[in-house]
């Protein structure tokens, strides 16, 4: 356990239960809902109701609806109808949901409702010689395994990380990359030492208390060792590269040397401090850059919405009545704050392309398999990226995350020594004026399905790529609606398989929710996942070749960012239709384990960040990361600076007043 006298901001993770902001009398209660005749007698009425719907078939009949035809390109998406709880009521769905034959009931009832055995009849349909998938490897032909292989000797990742560019000036108003690090570190006008105090200080301004907590866990002494250690390589004059005095945030799922890990859990539920760095951290420590600490996240990340009730944060650093997105949240408001240029992220359902376009920042969800780590050892659709201030940024955290190492995990297993995880370059990232051989298609319908205010900037983003010569190919993606089922059935099986042999009564109502609903997945579901997704990823590699596309451009998130209501900050939410909503233009790329990047490309009229997403095919990821930066460059936007962004170059950041490495 951290104790706080070496751990600041971590307080709210310790109690047995975080007290909302809107819990004036302080009362406290257990945090498991307590089994009760009025509990029993709720859940027995609730599931009485719903049991007059039926269960819905157990067999499927021959004939098929045409819309369900295989192949039929037309855009199916219904609204999803789900329960909407918070507070007491949402405990009590909990509670009803994890009951032994009426939660089970409930579950099966609802998704009936939503029409869940779509995913079978379409499933049932692909032919028997198209496999099942349920890793999404994608082996390259040798000609394109060798041309992967030739950028990379002519654009090494390397010495991507040593181009310091001291003509690249951050302007009035911009926000702070790592090019302003490395300038200013170069021009003396500031130090590493300077940078860690400010941050520490910056940690207790009324700017970061605003959004609740941020950071899960940092150790002041430890941040300012690093700091000193750069500080001196300057003086040296040898610093290891541009990123050497960099801070840089990570996501509370990765073992960071000294710190617990929660992922979301309670502060007494984390795992113990950990005695070695997880590889990813192990390549940001080998290039200089000052670990902060690591960052929050719902419980076990079971939300895009991003809120943790347990640390009562993060809040979206532009507005903090809305959600920030997640989960990978108090990393992408970290960026959007101004402590850290770069954070890393993970992402099995929109983790980091969500928080990144609600928060305004760049989002990188690599290629499933690119990046070496300890972590997603077993995950079908987990990605581990980069989050960013900008576009450059985002490269830089890529070309530092996936240098090659001996890291075994499952992805080198898989594909060693047949064929390698092909290499890692940053061959044409800077080609951003000249778009002619760029190809994006775009699937209409899905485009223009959101809010008329987001497809509206997302749409003007990509008409400027088309002034720059990139061509826009109209394309259709079948059974977008089934295929949101695939996905939730892939994430929540895995999610329940994972914590078979646990008792989860600690956990918050919602995680529970979300393993119930793993939980009542049948074999036919799963397997009808796996079918569908292999005949997908056919589907998609045959149009990716066929209109030699370069990537899929739609919105990244196709609603205004949601409200975060007082009702929502004790114990959260759990709105299965707006989560859906967030998801819509998400999901896809997780579930065939394509890369997908998010930018932002403008303001709502309640300036709120809007995020313009391009996925693209395996292995392809610098090609997305230039369509970032191409759409930056075109749009005039570097990054959304957030009203109280947090200058960590600038001297009247620091509070002189106090040491903030003084122990609390």
């Known amino acids: 356990m951290v104790e706080s006298k070496d751990c600041i901001v971590c307080q709210q993770g310790k109690s047995k239960k975080p007290q909302s902001v809107n819990n004036k009398n302080g009362e406290t209660e257990s945090r498991t809902f307590r089994k009760s005749t009025v509990g029993y007698a709720v859940a027995l009425v609730l599931a009485l109701m719903l049991a007059r719907f039926g269960t819905g078939p157990t067999r499927l009949s021959t004939k098929i609806p045409p819309e369900l035809v295989l192949g039929h390109p037309a855009y199916n998406v219904k609204i999803i109808?789900?329960?909407?709880?918070?507070?007491?009521?949402?405990?009590?769905?909990?509670?009803?949901?994890?009951?032994?034959?009426?939660?089970?009931?409930?579950?099966?009832?609802?998704?009936?409702?939503?029409?869940?055995?779509?995913?079978?009849?379409?499933?049932?349909?692909?032919?028997?010689h198209v496999p099942s998938v349920f890793l999404p490897m994608e082996r390259l032909a040798h000609e394109t395994h060798d041309r992967h292989a030739k950028s990379a000797i002519t654009a090494p990742t390397a010495e991507f990380l040593q181009l310091v560019d001291e003509s690249l000036k951050s302007g009035t108003g911009k926000v702070n990359t790592v090019q302003s690090y490395a300038n200013a570190y170069r021009s003396g006008s500031v130090t590493p030492v300077d940078v860690a105090r400010r941050f520490l200080a910056a940690l207790k301004s009324?700017?970061?208390?605003?959004?609740?907590?941020?950071?899960v866990t940092v150790l002041p002494d430890e941040v300012i060792r690093q700091a000193e250690a750069s500080t001196a390589r300057f003086q040296a004059g040898k610093p290891l590269g541009i990123l050497d005095g960099v801070p840089i945030a990570i996501k509370d799922m990765l073992p960071v040397k000294g710190h617990p890990i929660t992922e979301g859990l309670r502060m007494d539920h984390a795992h113990p401090p950990q005695e070695e760095d997880d590889p990813i951290v192990e390549r940001f420590r080998e290039q200089g850059a000052i670990i902060l600490g690591t960052t929050v996240m719902p419980e076990y990340g079971v939300t895009p919405l991003g809120y943790s009730s347990i640390y009562q944060g993060p809040r979206n650093p532009h507005n903090p009545n809305k959600f920030s997105g997640g989960s990978s949240s108090g990393s992408a408001v970290a960026v959007a704050m101004g402590l850290a240029p770069i954070a890393v992220g993970f992402d099995a359902g929109g983790s980091i392309r969500v928080p990144s376009s609600m928060?305004?920042?760049?989002?990188?969800?690599?290629?499933?398999?690119?990046?070496?780590?300890?972590?997603l050892m077993d995950s079908a659709t987990g990605h581990a990226g980069p989050m960013a201030a900008t576009a450059r940024d985002a490269a830089i955290g890529y070309a530092v995350m996936t240098q090659k190492d001996d890291v075994h995990d499952q992805h080198s297993q898989l594909y060693s020594p047949i064929t390698d995880v092909p290499a890692a370059h940053m061959d044409g990232f800077s080609a951003t004026e000249d778009l002619k051989d760029v190809r994006l298609g775009i699937f209409w319908d899905n485009f223009l399905d959101g809010d008329s205010e987001i497809s509206d900037a997302a749409l003007q983003a990509v008409r400027l790529l088309e002034k720059r010569g990139a061509v826009l190919v109209n394309i259709s993606v079948p059974h977008y609606q089934q295929l949101s089922f695939a996905h939730v059935v892939s994430v929540t099986t895995e999610f329940a398989a994972h914590h078979d042999k646990e008792d989860c009564g600690y956990l918050e109502p919602n995680t529970r929710i979300t393993l119930a609903i793993g939980g009542a997945m049948t074999s036919k579901e799963y397997l009808a996942a796996k079918k569908l997704k292999g005949w997908t990823i056919q589907y998609l590699r045959d149009m990716y070749k066929k209109h030699s596309l370069t990537a899929i451009v739609n919105p990244t998130v196709g609603i205004k960012t949601p409200e975060l209501e007082d009702h929502m900050l004790e114990y959260g939410i759990n709105d299965g239709t707006l989560v859906i909503k967030v998801m819509r233009n998400i999901f896809l790329a997780n579930i065939v384990?394509?890369?997908?990047?998010?930018?932002?490309?403008?303001?709502?009229?309640?300036?709120?960040p809007i995020g313009l997403q391009f996925m693209g095919f395996p292995w392809d990821d610098t090609a997305l990361l230039r369509l970032a930066h191409a759409t930056e460059t075109a749009v005039g936007l570097e990054s959304l600076r957030t009203e109280g962004y947090i200058d960590l170059l600038a001297a009247d950041v620091e509070q002189k007043e106090e040491d903030p490495t003084k122990q609390e």
Do not use: D
Not at 206 to 215: A, I, P, Q, S
Not at 369 to 374: D, K, L
Not at 593 to 608: D, I, K, N, Q, R
């Open 593 to 608: 384990g394509f890369p997908a990047v998010t930018v932002p490309v403008g303001y709502s009229t309640e300036s709120l």
């Open 359 to 375: 928060s305004g920042i760049v989002g990188l969800m690599t290629s499933w398999g690119r990046i070496p780590t300890t972590r």
């Open 81 to 128: 109808e789900s329960p909407v709880a918070s507070g007491l009521l949402l405990r009590i769905l909990a509670y009803t949901f994890e009951t032994q034959g009426i939660g089970p009931l409930i579950i099966r009832t609802l998704l009936n409702n939503n029409q869940f055995h779509e995913l079978r009849i379409v499933a049932s349909q692909v032919p028997v």
């Open 206 to 215: 009324e700017n970061m208390k605003k959004l609740g907590t941020v950071f």
